[in-house]
């Protein structure tokens, strides 16, 4: 079906149930500028995945971790939302939308207004100390001078996201489960559904009877499998045609 009947068949549904819940990857955050973990500029392209950003690889080399952590600071700081983000945040405002559920830690859902977030691998907003676990806001702790911010206990501190080997924080766990069984229709967008468990959330969608749409330009391994309807195309260009359908 060619890309601009998907789109008016996505919106009608919207119109007709609402109750949609998002689900997004990094590919939503590549038009502001924070590079996708995966693509050709991605971070796992330049720093090896369980040396720099498993828990165990932390433990053992924090200086390490953060040479990786400053620059995904760095780039999430200076980020802003783009028309994806809004739009998500419009379709909300509008009731259309019930939740966000994201794996990005960039905070550019709640910047571009979406109220109902949860943030399934964490965010860079705190820093949490993995002996005495306590936290502070990363802006009073963190310094542009490549030095790992330390707890007051002395041990260095980690930023709140979520590292390989570590769990799923358990309300935002709760949460998304429980939202994926109660959506009328998930939107997956922008992300490559690799990393679990939140790459099992739309097939607990579609399992409780959800439609799966997914919007990504480039095909998952979910398209053929769990997607009802894959719409092939930027997360903004696509989400801007859907809002502008609902107007
Ligand atoms: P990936 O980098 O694995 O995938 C990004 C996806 O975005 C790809 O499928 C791209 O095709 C797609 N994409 C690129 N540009 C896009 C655009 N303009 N609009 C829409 N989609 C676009 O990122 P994630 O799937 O989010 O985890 O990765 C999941 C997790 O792996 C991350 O949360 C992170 C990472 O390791 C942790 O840090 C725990």
């Not at 919106?11 to 949609?20: C, T, V, Y």
Request: aromatic fraction near 6%.
């Amino acid at each position: 079906m060619p890309t601009d009947e998907l789109i008016e068949k996505v919106s009608g549904l919207l119109a007709e149930r609402g109750n949609a819940v998002a689900l997004t990857g990094a590919g939503i955050s590549v038009e502001s500028d924070i590079p996708s973990f995966r693509g050709a500029q991605g971070l796992w392209e330049r720093y090896d995945l369980m040396e720099y950003a498993s828990i165990e690889g932390f433990r053992a080399n924090p200086e390490k971790s953060w040479r990786m952590l400053y620059e995904l600071l760095a780039v999430c700081k200076k980020a802003k939302p783009n028309a994806a983000h809004y739009a998500l945040a419009e379709l909300e405002s509008r009731g259309l939308l019930r939740s966000v559920i994201t794996q990005n830690v960039d905070s550019l859902h709640q910047a571009a207004g979406s109220r109902r977030v949860i943030e399934y691998h964490g965010n860079m907003e705190e820093l949490v100390c993995v002996s005495c676990w306590k936290n502070y806001p990363t802006d009073e702790r963190y310094g542009n001078d490549g030095v790992p911010p330390r707890c007051d206990c002395g041990e260095i501190l980690k930023t709140n996201v979520v590292l390989f080997g570590e769990p799923i924080p358990w309300l935002a766990r709760q949460s998304a489960e429980e939202e994926a069984q109660n959506c009328s229709m998930l939107m997956v967008i922008g992300t490559s559904a690799q990393v679990a468990p939140a790459c099992d959330l739309p097939r607990i969608a579609r399992a409780s009877g959800a439609v799966i749409v997914e919007i990504n330009p480039e095909k998952t391994w979910l398209t053929d499998t769990v997607t009802h309807m894959y719409i092939p195309g930027s997360a903004s260009g696509v989400l801007c045609k859907l809002l502008e359908k609902q107007a």
